[in-house]
């Protein structure tokens, strides 16, 4: 069974670090192109950092770059995202999503596996 599960979320108060992880199971991961998503309440899912399958380069959304930074363990087939100066506008659930064949690294519909997602919350 190909499982993704993400972890680390939390309350933080602004200005503060959180670092999710998205494991993966049943599947090798750095096979996968990998992108986290957001989803605030009330809008849309959107696409806030990548990393590819090819050559481990990586994609930001304007939002977060220079905040942060996607990477990934192999050996333990996972992938992170450090997530630094945290703003309340960072606040919501954060997926990762993984897909051998994306095109489009920040449209939602080009992902085949999804994780539960997980809460980040900041707010002081």
């Known amino acids: 069974q190909l499982q993704l599960v993400e972890s680390g979320g939390g309350l933080v108060q602004p200005g503060g670090s959180l670092r999710l992880s998205c494991v993966a199971s049943g599947f090798t991961l750095d096979y996968y192109t990998v992108t986290w998503f957001r989803q605030a309440p009330g809008k849309e899912r959107e696409g806030v950092a990548c990393?590819?399958?090819?050559?481990?380069?990586?994609y930001y959304s304007d939002s977060v770059k220079g905040r942060f930074t996607i990477s990934r363990e192999n050996a333990k087939n996972t992938v992170y995202l450090q997530m630094n100066s945290l703003k309340p506008e960072d606040t919501g659930v954060y997926f990762c999503?993984?897909?051998?064949?994306?095109?489009?690294?920040?449209?939602?519909?080009?992902?085949?596996?999804w994780g539960q997602g997980t809460q980040v919350t900041v707010s002081s």
């Open positions: 990393i590819s399958q090819s050559d481990g380069s990586t």
């Open positions: 999503a993984a897909d051998s064949a994306v095109r489009r690294w920040m449209i939602q519909y080009d992902y085949d596996y």
